[in-house]
């Protein structure tokens, strides 16, 4: 079966860290550069975060730059967002996402893992 | 990147046409031929339904139709169903990898 599953999500204090992971499974991981968007409570979406293939490439929305850290281990079809410096707005479902090669959509979306920062 | 405009909201009777814009700039809608759209029901995820502007992913009904022109998008659904209720998201490629979405906009099927 195709699918992402995203886990790692909880209750953080702000200014703690947090590891997402995305399993991929039913396709081939290493053919797909990978993203990740987010969705708070009640709000629209937002572009977080995209790798390439080889994790050569890397691209940060302006929000999370230098605070969050995108990277994948194709032997274990895995992509992972680490999440440093965390604020009360980046509150929301993280969901991973497939970009087909050399095209700029999303394909295929997980379930979601949620985020809350609080103290 | 500032996000895509999109109404609110959108609504029409079973078997009529809905129109839902998306608005950005020459940078992003207006710059690509990359603009996609996403369906999602409440507490799910998105699925994706047009891409590069006007293309269906196999599975999508031809109900649901994209066009864009200069630098606004639209999404139009043909032969509203009830099933067709949901937030509508649009998206556009922005260069150097980076995406900006539309707020969403809450279809309601009357």
């Known amino acids: 079966q195709v699918q992402l599953v995203e886990s790692g999500g909880g209750l953080v204090k702000p200014g703690g860290s947090l590891r997402l992971s995305c399993a991929a499974s039913g396709f081939t991981f290493s053919d797909y550069y990978m993203s990740w968007i987010r969705q708070a409570p009640g709000k629209g979406l937002e572009w977080v975060s995209y790798l390439t293939r080889s994790a050569t490439y890397t691209s940060y929305a302006d929000s999370v730059k230098g605070r969050f850290t995108i990277f994948r281990d194709n032997a274990k079809n895995s992509l992972f967002l680490q999440m440093n410096s965390l604020r009360a707005e980046d509150t929301a479902v993280y969901y991973c996402?497939?970009?087909?090669?050399?095209?700029?959509?999303?394909?295929?979306w997980g379930r979601g893992t949620l985020v809350t920062v609080s103290s | 990147q500032s996000a895509l405009t999109q109404p609110p909201s959108a609504s029409g009777s079973p078997g009529q046409s809905v129109t839902i814009s998306c608005t950005g700039t020459?940078?992003?809608?207006?710059?690509?031929?990359?603009v996609s759209w996403y369906q999602q029901y409440s507490g799910k995820a998105p699925n994706l339904i047009i891409y590069e502007v006007t293309k269906r992913p196999s599975g999508v009904p031809d109900r649901f139709s994209g066009s864009k022109s200069g630098n606004t998008a639209s999404l139009t659904v043909s032969g509203l169903q009830a099933e067709d209720e949901g937030d509508f998201y649009c998206?556009?490629?922005?260069?150097?990898?980076?995406?900006?979405f539309g707020g969403g906009t809450k279809l309601t099927v009357l």
């Open positions: 020459s940078s992003d809608v207006g710059a690509y031929n990359y």
């Open positions: 996402a497939r970009v087909p090669l050399s095209d700029w959509f999303f394909d295929l």
């Open positions: 998206t556009s490629y922005a260069g150097s990898n980076n995406w900006v």
